[in-house]
Nanobody, 130 residues
Framework: VQLQASGGGLVEAGDSLRLSCSAS????????VGWFRQAPGKEREFVGG???????????SYAESVKGRFSVQRDKRQYAVFLQMNSLEPEDTGVYYC?????????????????????WGQGTLVTVSS
């Protein structure tokens, strides 16, 4: 599956952004989806993700640094996964990537390790000014 991440931009501290991850018109219902980011000079890190479940839900998990500010959701038709980012901070600046892994089990939890994902989007840049 080929992923596209979009929605990045330049915002001020305290603003919100919503990133989208889609798969060229294909459903992501069979995939665990994660969001990662890479700040300048730093390694890629897990931000948040959503597992598989029946319907358009799924368990979610977040990095401590974004808990309470970021949330991951699937759209009802599961053609996209969103990363809603609120109360953005300058430390949130970086390139954000979405990743997906197909799983056979319909109740797979969140995957936080980048190497376990099969497909990656091209990244979208988020810049938060102070």
């Amino acid at each position: 599956v080929q992923l596209q991440a979009s929605g990045g931009g330049l915002v001020e501290a305290g603003d919100s952004l919503r990133l989208s991850c889609s798969a060229s018109g294909r459903t992501l219902s069979g995939h665990v989806v994660g969001w990662f980011r890479q700040a300048p000079g730093k390694e890629r890190e897990f931000v948040g993700g959503i597992g598989r479940s029946y319907g358009s839900g799924g368990t979610t998990s977040y990095a401590e640094s974004v808990k309470g500010r970021f949330s991951v959701q699937r759209d009802k038709r599961q053609y996209a996964v969103f990363l809603q980012m609120n109360s953005l901070e300058p430390e949130d600046t970086g390139v954000y990537y979405c990743a997906a892994k197909y799983t056979r089990s319909p109740t797979t939890g969140v995957i936080t390790t980048a190497s376990q994902y099969d497909a990656w989007g091209q990244g979208t840049l988020v810049t938060v000014s102070s």
